[in-house]
Each structure stands twice: as structure tokens, then as C-alpha cells.
């Protein structure tokens, strides 16, 4: 039978401070559970919300959400995954039971959407002690800022063993929700022409996304005019800074006057959700990728939702289905459909964490990996 391990993890155990990485007590895996001992984890704005107290948890919690890693260890009653096999936690696990799963939303599933905003397991429980022996909570269900995390079954999907983890890392959050949102969410076709608000992890692979589909124009919109360059390597037909001209106006006028007809908002700013919405030709679409503090708001001219059959929309994982879509994609990478090796500008060792942080916050990534031996 499994024992107690121990391991080092990013606590954070104040919001708005800075993560303090600490050894922890990690608990084997109970019925239908597995324990991961990661090899990276994605620096990711996602949890950079958390730690800043946008999206407020319970406190003490270890962060991270996309990763990848090897199995330990599994509980009684796992079948799809033994130790060994290397896995992408699912940072929205699903029941497969519920209307939301049956219909092909599992990301919407209210078990994931549980684990999320209680940083609880399904029990209630939790799987993290600290050195004084207290509950340490759970992000997302899979805390992938700690070396070892003990997670349920459907939160994790088999890759194949030759796979390189730290690609497999970055397929787990930026890239399914960036490549989804253009492709799932926006529906883009051939030929058609894309906005992309953000050039950060998701915004990146957004871009990545219309590449893919073949559209005919693709805009990237940043205010960091040093992103231009990545943009373009990873498909961007253009380029505009927000900070010298007026997005709106630029992405109409590349557009042929009339503006796109999709755009992706990849940054969880409400004023570019505004413009990226503006920016869309009549029938056209708009989604909104980015997280935000949960008391945002946006302002749209609602006229344009009736008279110019606009469409506002979000997207959660990319509107895809994990447990199929990420070895889908990660197949794409394989065969050379997605670039990976230009998106991960710089790995780090969990010691490193906050320097991380602060690079992502400063602009200076594409994406970061915190990473293990």
C-alpha cells in the first residue's frame, strides 16, 4: 500500500504575497486516485490571478494548473493509467456523467468547476499537509507546483511514453486554449481573417490555431512591441501596437475596411474585449480566452449583437475535450503542425518560481516551465 511522501511545492498561504516553496507531506492515492510526480509545470496567468487575489481562494493552497509528469502511484480501482505512464493533469476534471459531459463540455463539468473555487478534492478533503501537519488546498485539482500531487483519475490523461514532457506541459493549458478558441470556439474557416488581442500563452497559440485552419489574414494586437517578432514566427501575418495607434481602426483597415471576421480576446482585459469585439465585421465573432478579476465588466454597444448578428462569446479549455483533444494535438506538434520549441522562452526550478512570475508579469515570456529532474 501507498505511503505518505514527501515533496516541495509553491505554497501560497496569503494572497496578494509572494509563494514560498516549502517541503510538504503528499498522501497516497485513495479509491479512484493517482499520485504524479511532475517533470514541469506551465507559468501561467491563470494562477498569477490567484496569487494576486483577482480570482480569491481559500488559503493555504498550492498553485499550478498545466503540467505533466509520471504516475507514482495509483488507488484502488484506477484502469486507465498505472505507475509509470506519463500523464497532463486535466485542470478541469470531469465526471462523465452529467449533462455537461454527455454533450461534449466536459470543461464545464460542475465536478472540475468544484475542485476549482473550493481547492478541494470530490470528498472535501484534501491530499496536502504541511510540515505542522495542516490542510494545504488544492488548485484546480492537480496543483502541478508541487513535485509530487495526488489527484483524482479523470484528472489525468495517458500520453504516450516517448513523449517529451515539458511539450506535453505546454499542450496542457496555452495551447489547447488557444488553438480551441479559434478553432472550436470561433469556428474560424479557411480564408477567413483573425484578430488576436494578447500575444502571451494563449494569444500565441491562437495564432497558431488560425495558421492551422489556413486563414487568410492573421493580426496580432499587443502593447509589447517586442512580441512582434515571436507573432510572426508562429503565423502572424501582422502586427499592431496598441500602444501607438488605435487597435479598432488598424484591424479594420487590414481587414479590407469591413473588419475580421473572428476575433480572440487572450489577455482578460476588459477594455480589449471591448475592441476586439469592435474590430469584427458584421456576422462575425468575438471570444473572450482571457481570465479576469471575478468582479469585471465590459462594456459592448449591444446594437451590434441584433443589427450586426455580432457574437460575444467566451471559451473554457478551448471549448475541447480533453481527455481526446490534447493527444490530438500534441500529434499535430509531433508532426510538426504546432511549434513548441518557439513558444517556451525560458524553464526555471520551482526555487525560482517568483522570478518567474515576474518575468511573465514584465512581458519577457512566451511561456515559462518551471521544471524537475
Excluded at 486516485?33 to 514541469?40: D, G, I, L
Excluded at 478553432?183 to 488576436?196: C, F, R
Aim: contains cysteine; negative net charge.
Amino acid at each position: 500500500m501507498s505511503q505518505s511522501l514527501k515533496a516541495w511545492a509553491a505554497v501560497l498561504h496569503e494572497l496578494g504575497q509572494p509563494l514560498v516553496v516549502e517541503e510538504v507531506e503528499v498522501l497516497p492515492p485513495g479509491p479512484g486516485e493517482v499520485r504524479v510526480r511532475m517533470k514541469a509545470a506551465g507559468v501561467c496567468h491563470s494562477d498569477l490571478h490567484v496569487m494576486k487575489g483577482d480570482l480569491p481562494l481559500p488559503c493555504p493552497i498550492i498553485p499550478g494548473h498545466e503540467g505533466a509528469g509520471v504516475v507514482e502511484s495509483v488507488g484502488e480501482g484506477v484502469t486507465t493509467v498505472a505507475a509509470g505512464d506519463s500523464v497532463i493533469p486535466i485542470w478541469r476534471a470531469s465526471c462523465g456523467r452529467c449533462e455537461f459531459c454527455l454533450n461534449g463540455k466536459p470543461a464545464l463539468c460542475d465536478m472540475g468547476t468544484a475542485m476549482r473555487f473550493t481547492g478541494l478534492m470530490p470528498d472535501g478533503q484534501t491530499r496536502f499537509r504541511s510540515a505542522a501537519g495542516q490542510p494545504i488546498r488544492h488548485y484546480a485539482g492537480v496543483s502541478t507546483f508541487a513535485s509530487v500531487a495526488t489527484m483524482p483519475e479523470a484528472a489525468v490523461v495517458k500520453v504516450a511514453a516517448e513523449t517529451e514532457l515539458w511539450k506535453a506541459a505546454l499542450v496542457g493549458c496555452g495551447v489547447i486554449t488557444g488553438v480551441g478558441a479559434v478553432t472550436e470556439a470561433a469556428g474560424l474557416k479557411p480564408g477567413q481573417t483573425i484578430a488576436v488581442w494578447g500575444c502571451g500563452g494563449i494569444g500565441l497559440n491562437a495564432i497558431q490555431g488560425a495558421r492551422l485552419v489556413g486563414a487568410s489574414r492573421i493580426i496580432a494586437v499587443d502593447v509589447v512591441p517586442s512580441k512582434e517578432a515571436v507573432a510572426r514566427k508562429l503565423g502572424a501575418t501582422d502586427f499592431v501596437d496598441a500602444m501607438c495607434e488605435d487597435p479598432v481602426a488598424r484591424v479594420r483597415e487590414l481587414a479590407g475596411g469591413m473588419g475580421v471576421d473572428a476575433a480572440v480576446e487572450a489577455i482578460g482585459n476588459p477594455r480589449a474585449m471591448e475592441q476586439a469585439f469592435d474590430a469584427v465585421k458584421k456576422g462575425g465573432v468575438c471570444v473572450v480566452a482571457g481570465i479576469t478579476p471575478a468582479t469585471a465588466r465590459a462594456e459592448i454597444n449591444v446594437n451590434q449583437l441584433v443589427y450586426a448578428e455580432k457574437t460575444f462569446k467566451g471559451t473554457l479549455y478551448g471549448s475541447m475535450r480533453p481527455r481526446v483533444d490534447l493527444i490530438r494535438l500534441l500529434d499535430v506538434a509531433q508532426r510538426g503542425g504546432l511549434d513548441l520549441d518557439t513558444l517556451l522562452t525560458r524553464t526555471y526550478r520551482l526555487e525560482e518560481i517568483n522570478e518567474a512570475y515576474a518575468d511573465l508579469e514584465a512581458g519577457r515570456l512566451a511561456r515559462g516551465l518551471i521544471v524537475w529532474d
